[in-house]
Nanobody, 120 residues
Framework: QVRLVQSGGGSVQAGGSLRLSCEAF????????MTWFRQAPGKEREEVAM?????????ADSVKGRFTISKDTPKNRLMLYLQMNALKPEATGMYYC????????????WGQGTQVTVSS
């Protein structure tokens, strides 16, 4: 059973930067599609950024040019990152990392969530 453990996040003023991290444990393969989702208060969860098994990326229009998703496998670890620059108050919400086989659409594995708060 894959476990995703998140770290990072916090509070920052508008224009600032934060980096989120997500480490996968007990994974059998690195061929996952991995995604960062965001859920703002009173709103539905939305996809922020996705990276596929060969490094292809996709971003929500609202974050293009400011957020960067990446992954790394240092010393047999599987790490997912989200670098968030030029943050805006509307980026406030709970952020979740998630992983799925790139051959299916449903996400099987979820991180515990981390709060990001951007003040104006």
């Amino acid at each position: 059973q894959v476990r995703l453990v998140q770290s990072g996040g916090g509070s920052v003023q508008a224009g600032g930067s934060l980096r989120l991290s997500c480490e996968a444990f007990e994974y059998a393969t690195t061929t996952y599609c991995m995604t960062w989702f965001r859920q703002a208060p009173g709103k539905e969860r939305e996809e922020v950024a996705m990276i596929d098994s060969v490094g292809g990326t996709r971003y929500a229009d609202s974050v293009k040019g400011r957020f960067t998703i990446s992954k790394d496998t240092p010393k047999n670890r599987l790490m997912l990152y989200l670098q968030m620059n030029a943050l805006k108050p509307e980026a406030t919400g709970m952020y979740y990392c998630a992983a799925r086989s790139c051959y299916v659409y449903e996400y099987s594995y979820w991180g515990q969530g981390t709060q990001v708060t951007v003040s104006s």
